[in-house]
């Protein structure tokens, strides 16, 4: 089975672009979370979303954004970007616990 | 505010020996623990979790310890395997299926 894939795996941006990540949960998974990791720190929870409703929120500005689609695969959109939006995102799959199976990460680097 | 809190940066052991690693917490509505082993370049592993009403939790190797008087928890490999060097990561939910809260994280380095 394939695990949880997310894409691109790196990606250079400049501040106040745009930037889209992507992933595709395991199939059956209908809880997608959101981590944002910097460099020395645990991942630090952004949304959850379940059944394609928001069903938790980080204490992140509204510059962050994502959503579910039907097929469950998920967006994290953040606008403007700053420096220290530079960090790996992690994207996180489960059925029903609390067993999130994670993907490698989108390493982020803004310039 | 860090509820998760990691003390210990880095541990370094001998292979066959055992590793403890620490987490402390200090938010008392959580009720689920968890610990994620995590390989450069790869996603977070799970690895072992505890729920609050159990105080021991045993998956070969490795056992979680839950002290929620003392808001505290270990995971100890039992024995050390050089594969087992990686950051370690405890975390905690308020509620079965909810967020999870990292601590930052145990680099464990195990010595052949």
């Known amino acids: 089975d394939a695990g949880v894939t997310q894409s691109p795996t790196h990606l250079i941006k400049t501040r106040g672009q745009h930037v889209t990540l992507r992933c595709s949960p395991i199939?059956?998974?209908?809880?997608v979370s959101w981590y944002q990791q910097v460099l020395g720190q645990g991942p630090q929870f952004i949304f959850q979303?379940?059944?394609?409703?928001?069903?938790g929120r980080g204490n992140f500005p509204d510059r962050f954004s994502a959503r579910q689609f039907p097929n469950y695969s998920s967006e994290l959109n953040v606008n403007a970007l700053l420096l220290g939006d530079s960090a790996l995102y992690l994207c996180?799959?489960?059925?029903?616990?609390?067993?999130?199976?994670f993907g490698q990460g989108t390493r982020l680097t803004v310039v | 505010d860090q509820q998760v809190k990691q003390n210990s940066p880095s541990l370094s052991v001998q292979e066959g020996r055992i590793s403890i690693l620490n987490c402390d917490y200090t938010?008392?509505?959580?009720?689920?623990f968890l610990w994620y082993k995590k390989y450069p370049a790869e996603g977070p592993t799970f690895l072992i979790s505890i729920s609050s009403i159990k105080d021991k939790n045993e998956d070969g190797r490795f056992t979680v310890f839950l002290n929620k008087s003392a808001k505290h928890l270990s995971l100890h490999i039992v024995p050390s395997q050089p594969g087992d060097s990686a950051v370690y990561f405890c975390a905690a939910s308020e509620e079965y299926g909810n967020k999870l809260v990292f601590g930052a994280g145990t680099i464990l380095r195990v010595k052949s």
């Open positions: 979303y379940y059944e394609k409703e928001e069903r």
């Open positions: 199939s059956g998974h209908k809880s």
């Open positions: 938010n008392s509505m959580f009720d689920y």
């Open positions: 996180a799959s489960s059925f029903t616990s609390n067993r999130d199976s």
